[in-house]
Every structure is written in structure tokens, then in C-alpha cells.
T-cell receptor, first 111, second 116 residues
Framework: EDKVVQSPLSLVVHEGDTVTLNCSYEVTNFRSLLWYKQEKKAPTFLFMLTSSGIEKKSGRLSSILDKKELFSILNITATQTGDSAIYLCAVVRRGNTPLVFGKGTRLSVIA | GAVVSQHPSWVICKSGTSVKIECRSLDFQATTMFWYRQFPKQSLMLMATSNEGSKATYEQGVEKDKFLINHASLTLSTLTVTSAHPEDSSFYIC????????????FGSGTQLSVL
């Protein structure tokens, strides 16, 4: 059965800290990996990763994929209270099949 | 960018009534839409895959007679929670993808359902 495992499930840090969120996967017909941020409503797209070793960056957020070891990490530097959210990792499989989501990491950034 | 509109944003209903949630792709045609359910502090749980012009594919454990899905056009899918009960209270989110590009998955804003 295809699965995506995120760790940690929850994390509390202070403003200014750097955090690393982990996502490992075991899926057949892997195509790409997505990261989403979910605050109060629907998830918002952060990154799509298809190739190993190529870092994607957006401001203080960055992510990288390792297709050999089957994992991805999401880094957030200089965290702010606005980064508090659930971060979801999802894997896209070939064909028009549903995403496989991890359980998410709940990040709380305290001032 | 592509937008998916979901309506209503929240609904409160009495136990035993039915509630319809709409999911529209506003500027693209979505042959496939997905319906998710999310309990507080938990991840998205896929309920069903809705394909335009055909029957929805339900995930194991999801009652198809309870959660009726209709995908009558390339821009609209509806989820009807029939004879709602308090345990159906949850956050429901739809998503839609461009044909053949599952990475281009856009989410609706979600519907918070509270059944009294």
C-alpha cells in the first residue's frame, strides 16, 4: 500500500529558529512530491519536486527531494509566528490518481 | 492562476437533513475532482474521486449512499451529505486537476459542516 510518512507530527519552536520537516514515502509509480501549507482553510501550494538534489526556494522556505532514499525535507529559516500551520506532504503518482497525503506536521511558532 | 470555488464555506444543519456542497473550477476544465474530509488536527482523508460523466470512485469505508457525488459537467462537482448526523460534522475540501496534470491540483476553500 502506498504511504507517505511525515515527521515530526507536531513541533513547537521560538521565533527565529530554523526547522526541518521530514517526509518519507513508499509509493509505486512515483511522479512528484508536493508540499502544502494549511492554515485555517484549504491547503496552499508551496513546492513541487520532481528531480533529486535540486533545491527549490521561496523566501525563507526551501525544499529538496532524494529519490534514492525516498524522502524530502522542508526547511524554514528564521521562523515567524505566521509560519504556524500544518505542513502537508503529498505524492503524485503517474496517471490521474489521487494524491497520497501524509498526516502533516503541525508547526507552532511562539514569540 | 486557476481557481476552484467551493460553496458554502460553512453550514449548520439539523440532524436528518441533507446538505449539498458545490465545487467549481472557474477558469479551467476539470475532468477529475477529488473530495476530502478533514477532522480537527488531522490530515486530509480522501473520500472519493469524481470523474465527469461517470460514477464516482469511493475510498474504502466511505458510504456511497451517504455521500452522493455528482460530476455533471467539466466545471462542477457536488457532494451531498444525506441524512446528516452529528458524526458527519467535519471540514470537507474539494480539489480539481487539469487533465493529465495531477500536479496542478487546486483546492477549494473548504466547507465546515456542523450537524446539530
Amino acid at each position: 500500500e502506498d504511504k507517505v510518512v511525515q515527521s515530526p507530527l507536531s513541533l513547537v519552536v521560538h521565533e527565529g529558529d530554523t526547522v526541518t520537516l521530514n517526509c518519507s514515502y513508499e509509493v509505486t509509480n512515483f511522479r512528484s512530491l508536493l508540499w502544502y501549507k494549511q492554515e485555517k482553510k484549504a491547503p496552499t501550494f508551496l513546492f513541487m519536486l520532481t528531480s533529486s538534489g535540486i533545491e527549490k526556494k521561496s523566501g525563507r522556505l526551501s525544499s529538496i527531494l532524494d529519490k534514492k532514499e525516498l524522502f524530502s525535507i522542508l526547511n524554514i529559516t528564521a521562523t515567524q509566528t505566521g509560519d504556524s500551520a500544518i505542513y502537508l506532504c503529498a505524492v503524485v503518482r503517474r496517471g490521474n490518481t489521487p494524491l497520497v497525503f501524509g498526516k502533516g506536521t503541525r508547526l507552532s511558532v511562539i514569540a | 492562476g486557476a481557481v476552484v470555488s467551493q460553496h458554502p464555506s460553512w453550514v449548520i444543519c439539523k440532524s436528518g437533513t441533507s446538505v449539498k456542497i458545490e465545487c467549481r473550477s472557474l477558469d479551467f476544465q476539470a475532468t477529475t475532482m477529488f473530495w476530502y474530509r478533514q477532522f480537527p488536527k488531522q490530515s486530509l482523508m480522501l473520500m472519493a474521486t469524481s470523474n465527469e460523466g461517470s460514477k464516482a470512485t469511493y475510498e474504502q469505508g466511505v458510504e456511497k449512499d451517504k455521500f452522493l457525488i455528482n460530476h455533471a459537467s467539466l466545471t462542477l462537482s457536488t457532494l451531498t451529505v444525506t441524512s446528516a448526523h452529528p458524526e458527519d460534522s467535519s471540514f470537507y475540501i474539494c480539489s480539481a486537476s487539469w487533465t493529465g496534470y495531477n500536479e496542478k491540483l487546486f483546492f477549494g476553500s473548504g466547507t465546515q459542516l456542523s450537524v446539530l
